[in-house]
């Protein structure tokens, strides 16, 4: 089966994410923010052929459900994503997709990151603390995923929770 028919399929149509996709309809595809690289310059979008590296559009709303799912769903895909294939949790681990260590409290965070074609994103669960956080930018740089990851880390910090 096809990447997308996959994603629509298995997540986007079951969490009613109707704004996540990799075909865009023309009036989509004017709605797309622009992303920029390090100098300013604007950066063409991923195409159908990049698939999963960069070629898939969400919105943040979307994103929030995809967020709540993980944080909530009762699942056992959830379940099993959620745990340590390889590494020590307690300073870095994986899992199917994600990233996880503990927070210095002990919660688990889990995160995955990315950029490509002038976007970066970041989106981390404390599933202890029922909080997601995405961050989403129009910027691509060697920097803008440590600057994403920083942001989460101000955010954890504001409510209470120790990094």
């Known amino acids: 089966m096809p990447y997308e028919q996959l994603i629509l399929r298995k997540i986007a149509k079951p969490l009613a994410m109707t704004e996540t996709k990799i075909t865009l309809t023309a009036a989509e ?4 923010a622009k992303g920029h690289y390090d100098n300013g310059s604007i950066a063409l979008y991923g195409t159908p ?26 699942d056992e895909v959830i379940r099993l994503s959620h ?23 002990g919660h688990r965070r889990i995160w995955q990151s990315g950029g490509s074609f002038g976007f970066s994103s970041h989106c981390v669960i404390f599933p202890e603390l029922r909080l997601g ?7 691509s ?15 954890l910090l504001g409510i209470g929770e120790t990094k």
């Open 29 to 32: 595809k004017k709605r797309l």
């Open 49 to 74: 052929q990049t698939q999963a590296a960069g070629a898939l559009r969400s919105s943040v709303s979307d994103m929030l459900k995809y967020i709540k799912y993980q944080l909530h769903g009762d």
């Open 83 to 105: 745990q340590t294939t390889w590494g020590d949790i307690k300073y870095y681990a994986s899992g199917l997709n994600w990233q996880m260590n503990k927070t210095s409290a």
């Open 133 to 139: 956080i995405i961050l989403l930018s129009n910027e």
């Open 141 to 155: 740089d060697q920097k803008s995923q440590g600057r994403l990851s920083a942001m989460a880390d101000e955010i």
